[in-house]
Every structure is written in structure tokens, then in C-alpha cells.
């Protein structure tokens, strides 16, 4: 893969990020209905999708609940395709901002989600540290992934994307305790390598 789609998957910018979140929609479509059939939350439940892409998910959410389903990207083309879909709701607020460091008061949502996307978030721990800061007593942090760590194509990527890293349920579930998750649950669909994992705080 060039490195221009590969820079494009990790933040899309200009016409060709358009594209790019389009064909991001379709592609993580499965990832998305195993992980939203692996969550349960409260009809009021208020929300998060980090790294939103094209807001699709946020989309999913807005007919689920009550409650907000707000957005965070530091693509501004994400940011802008998530409010072209969603942003007439009136329920949905995106931030153009770093998951790092984001501009949320503590324990502001119920639930939490990051579809496709922790493979580029750096210093993972910490991250980790920064979403459980925004979660409230009792709620929920959804990681999806197409992949459990041993997919067949994952040293493929490893070795084409600089910065990727791609973590097993083991890993994933010793750095969510340690953010401050009291426990966390994995799952992995059947005859296939999609994988979600829900901590709880």
C-alpha cells in the first residue's frame, strides 16, 4: 500500500480523505455490527465514539438511545463528514481534538468507543488512562478491531505502517486495568479474527 493511503487511514485529509472515510464505512461494517451486538447500555445512555471517522457508528448510536452521542477526531475531514451526518440531530457534538488530551470534564460519559483505531494511538497506557478519565463509575469502554492479534495479515501491516500496533485481548485487557477499569471482557467472532473488547469501570 502506498504511503499516501496508508497516511490517509490514519488521518484522512482532503478530497481523498472523503474517499478514504467512505470506503472506511463500508469496510469496518462487519467489525461494527459484531461489536454493537457484544455492548448493552442504558436507553439514555450519553456517548462517545473516538476517532469517528465519518460518523457512521455515532449514527448507529443516535437510534439507540436517548442520551447525546457526541464524536472526537483530530481529522478535520472526519470532524466535518460526522457533522455533515449527524449534526442536525442536535444530540451529537464533535470535537476536532487529540485522544490523548481531550477537552472532557471527568467522568462525563456512560459509554465509550473506538472502532479501527487504537492501532495508531501512542503511549497506549496512558491513552488508555485519558479515555477511563472521561468515564463514569459504572460505564463502559468498547474497543473494535478486525483483528484478535493473530491475524494472518497483521506482520504484513506491522511492516508497512510505521507506528501500527496491534494488540491481543491479553495486552489490551492488562493495560485496561491499569488505566483504572475494574474488568474487561474480550470477544471474538466465530470462524474469523474481529475482536471487541469491553472494559467496565
Not at 89 to 114: F, K, W
Not at 120 to 134: A, C, D, G, L
Not at 152 to 167: H, N, Q, S
Request: charged share 30%.
Amino acid at each position: 500500500m502506498a504511503a499516501e493511503k496508508i497516511d490517509q487511514c490514519m488521518r484522512p485529509h482532503g478530497e481523498e480523505g472523503v474517499e478514504t472515510i467512505k470506503r472506511m464505512n463500508e469496510n469496518h461494517k462487519e467489525i461494527s455490527e459484531f461489536a454493537f451486538g457484544c455492548i448493552e447500555f442504558a436507553g439514555d445512555a450519553r456517548i462517545l465514539d473516538i476517532c469517528c471517522g465519518g460518523g457512521v457508528n455515532i449514527e448507529k448510536f443516535l437510534k439507540l438511545t436517548s442520551g447525546d452521542v457526541d464524536g472526537l477526531d483530530y481529522s478535520e475531514v472526519s470532524v466535518a463528514e460526522t457533522v455533515k451526518r449527524n449534526g442536525s440531530s442536535g444530540r451529537c457534538r464533535v470535537y476536532h481534538e487529540d485522544v490523548c488530551d481531550m477537552p472532557i470534564d471527568d467522568e462525563s460519559y456512560d459509554l465509550v468507543t473506538a472502532f479501527e483505531t487504537i492501532y495508531f494511538w501512542p503511549e497506549i497506557r496512558k491513552t488508555f488512562k485519558e479515555v477511563s478519565r472521561i468515564v463514569r463509575p459504572g460505564g463502559q469502554f468498547m474497543i473494535g478491531q478486525g483483528t484478535d492479534g493473530n491475524h494472518p495479515d497483521d506482520e504484513k501491516w506491522l511492516a508497512t505502517v510505521e507506528g501500527m500496533r496491534v494488540y491481543t485481548a491479553g495486552e489490551l485487557e492488562e493495560y485496561l486495568l491499569d488505566a483504572g477499569f475494574a474488568s474487561v471482557k474480550s470477544y471474538v467472532k466465530e470462524n474469523d479474527y474481529i475482536m471487541v473488547v469491553i472494559a467496565q469501570k
